[in-house]
């Protein structure tokens, strides 16, 4: 039994979610190679660049249904279109294993954290991946390239674990087309759910055959079957594969506001639709711009993105993903040491209170710059991700910084910090009680203070002192004690 119309409810196999994060190239039309980040992308979005800065990277929301996590893609990619004033698409967008100097994956997402099938779920997709190379899917020398590239990147085997599950890094961008990408999406899936390794038949007839095994149980199957018969097996290109995704050519409307994407952005179901179409029917794909699919899209003034040191290994991305700061801009960076210094008052005995769990030294100091936290980790700190989480969920609350989970925005209470004011010190006068004034050689001794002291008298004595003060200080050089800094630890 086949499937006719869209699936609202999909019937699927596999209760495990799937992601991806695959990378592709921006080419010159005179064939240079042009660095994703010097495009103003960035890594902290569903749509940007990889931590070196040169690869672009789609980060797909995750879900059970593989059709949807392609129409994130797809979404992706066109919101990708609308940045840089139409710099981006004027490039022409690669996806190869191996551009000459860089490589790029596939990398698929698994949600399956039981340690116990690690193993065998490897060995599963190696094998899916060498069938896929010798039925020509993907490019093997293309391929081959990419894995002589210094490290372990890309190799057989290679599986990153991660606080969802694990992602396998060893496939290539299947970006050259939405029916690559599907196709490989749905076979691997499919084949980690069937538990083995190997299957005998050859060619088209070994995918035909998993893929009738859960034609009647899988809409992702059913799907993939369908557009197997009428596409036949999909094949990596070098092309420009814009059009393919439905990637709009012109150029956006410039929009002058702020606008906040999250670090991965959910399909339109129309996308989902337009897929379906696409594999079932074989309509193509229409060029169009997306829609924001989360909230809030546009940023009210004063509102801005919580900033990331960028290209740093680790879980240091985590810390400020989807955050949201109100009315100070809050940096986070790799310091010798953990420090915060703020230029707005901040209740820093709750925040150290919060933060003991992970972090016992925080050097916190106050700042009369414009307001500003800037908050510093220790190199080692953005390896645990425990630590990253905590700082995340510490600096996400909205009681100890003027800051706030995207998610949570149009329910966040920001009455705390309506008023946002600079920190102050204490001004470096030494102070203290007149006890005398001297006049020429005559000592004439302070009345004592009373209630008949008018305090227009009390002024105008102080006033006098501090002048004599400054008048002495103008003739000597000024000497600062280790407590004039002004600073708190």
């Known amino acids: 039994m086949g499937i006719t119309s869209y699936p609202r409810t999909p019937r699927l196999v596999n209760r495990f979610k799937l992601g991806a994060d695959p990378e592709f190239t921006f080419q010159g039309k005179d064939g240079s190679y042009i660095y994703a980040e010097n495009l103003g992308l960035t890594t902290l979005t569903g749509f940007g660049c990889d931590m070196s800065g040169r690869q672009a990277e789609i980060r797909a929301y995750p879900s059970r249904f593989a059709l949807e996590v392609v ?6 990619l066109r919101w990708m279109g609308t940045v840089g004033n139409g710099a981006v698409l004027a490039l022409n967008w690669q996806a190869t294993a191996f551009n000459g100097k860089d490589g790029c994956g596939g990398h698929i997402h698994f949600g399956r954290r039981r340690p116990q099938l690690r193993e065998l779920d490897t060995n599963i997709l190696d094998s899916t991946t060498k069938r896929l190379l010798h039925e020509g899917v993907f490019d093997r020398h293309s391929f081959l390239e990419r894995q002589r590239t210094p490290g372990h990147y890309g190799k057989a085997g290679d599986i990153r674990v991660t606080n969802h599950g694990y992602e396998y890094r060893t496939p290539s961008t299947p970006l050259s087309s939405p029916w690559l990408t599907y196709f490989t999406l749905v076979v691997n899936k499919l084949m980690v759910y069937h538990g083995q390794s190997s299957m005998q038949p050859k060619a088209a007839e070994w995918f035909i055959e998993l893929l009738k095994l859960y034609e009647d149980k899988d809409d992702d199957a059913a799907i993939v079957l369908s557009a197997l018969r009428k596409f036949g097996i999909p094949r990596e290109s070098k092309e420009d594969f814009k059009g393919k995704w439905g990637v709009s050519s ?18 339109e179901e129309s996308t989902c639709r337009e897929l379906f179409r696409h594999f079932m029917d074989g309509l193509d794909i229409p060029c169009r711009w997306p829609k924001p699919t989360w909230e809030p899209y546009f940023l009210p003034k004063g509102f801005q993105l919580v900033n990331m040191q960028p290209h740093t290994l680790g879980h240091l991305p985590d810390v400020g993903m989807n955050l949201i700061s109100k009315g100070v801009t809050v940096n986070v960076s790799v310091s010798d040491r953990f420090t915060i210094n703020s230029g707005i008052p901040l209740p820093i005995k709750e925040i150290k209170e919060a933060l003991i769990a992970g972090i016992s030294d925080i050097r916190y100091t106050s700042s009369l710059t414009a307001p500003a936290i800037s908050i510093g980790v220790p190199k080692n700190f953005k390896d645990s991700l425990t630590q990253c989480k905590l700082l995340h969920d510490v600096l996400s609350n909205t009681e ?14 920001w009455s705390k910090w309506d008023n946002l004011k600079p920190a102050t010190m204490a001004p470096n006068i030494m102070q203290g009680k007149v006890i005398a004034k001297v006049e020429g050689k005559k000592k004439v001794v302070a009345p004592p203070k009373t209630a008949q002291n008018s305090y227009v008298q009390q002024v105008a004595a102080l006033q006098e002192v501090y002048d004599r ?8 050089p000024r000497v600062f004690n280790d407590f004039d800094e002004g600073g708190i630890e």
């Open 71 to 76: 129409a994130s893609i797809a979404d992706s």
């Open 400 to 413: 100890l910084f003027p800051v706030c989970k995207a998610e949570n925005f149009s329910q966040t209470d």
């Open 250 to 267: 012109g150029l956006p409307d410039p929009e002058k506001c702020t606008r906040f994407f999250p670090s991965m952005i959910k399909g």
């Open 469 to 476: 003060q400054m008048i002495r200080r103008q003739r000597a």
